[in-house]
């Protein structure tokens, strides 16, 4: 079996040390991979670039991916994920602060699984990734690796 792991791609600093916390008091023990902008995102998930020699999984079990990051979008990543078949059935959530509700629809369109707003005090915020963490590493089945 597989390691089951987190791609998180988040550029903000604070965001990545509460979600990354989050999911250690959620005693989960897998492992989380984090990038900080749409490019690493595509480059890991294809083992291109920086990460052409990168060793673990071929994929993560889920992508928690922010949408305003730099270089590429968010959306811009999972619209090239879902136009690509070696990930086109990858698990995305889109963990964003954004209240948009055109990025919203954006997101299921291009092929969301999730869309989750960021909850603004901490302790949300923590439970809300704990409870997403614990949801696709330990509940969700994933679809067969084709």
């Known amino acids: 079996m597989n390691e089951k792991m987190i791609l ?14 989050a999911l250690r008091n959620a005693n989960l023990a897998n492992r989380v991979e984090v ?16 990460f052409a020699d990168r060793e673990g999984p071929v994929l ?13 979008s968010g959306l811009e990543v ?18 964003t602060s954004s ?15 999730s869309f989750v707003r960021k909850p603004v005090v901490f302790a949300e915020f923590a439970a809300t ?4 963490g614990v949801y696709w590493l330990a509940t ?5 690796e084709h």
């Open 140 to 144: 969700n089945i994933s679809p067969p």
């Open 60 to 72: 993560p079990t889920v992508v928690m991916l922010d949408i305003g990051l730099p270089r590429l």
């Open 129 to 132: 990734v704990a409870h997403l």
């Open 8 to 21: 998180l791609v988040e550029d903000n600093p604070q965001d990545e040390l509460l979600a990354l916390r």
């Open 99 to 113: 209240d948009d509700e055109r990025d919203r629809l954006r997101s299921y369109e291009s092929g969301c699984n």
């Open 78 to 95: 999972l619209e090239r994920l879902r136009g690509d078949p070696r990930t086109a059935l990858l698990p995305v959530v889109i963990l």
């Open 35 to 50: 990038v900080r902008d749409g490019q690493q995102a595509l480059d890991y998930l294809f083992q291109e670039g920086e």
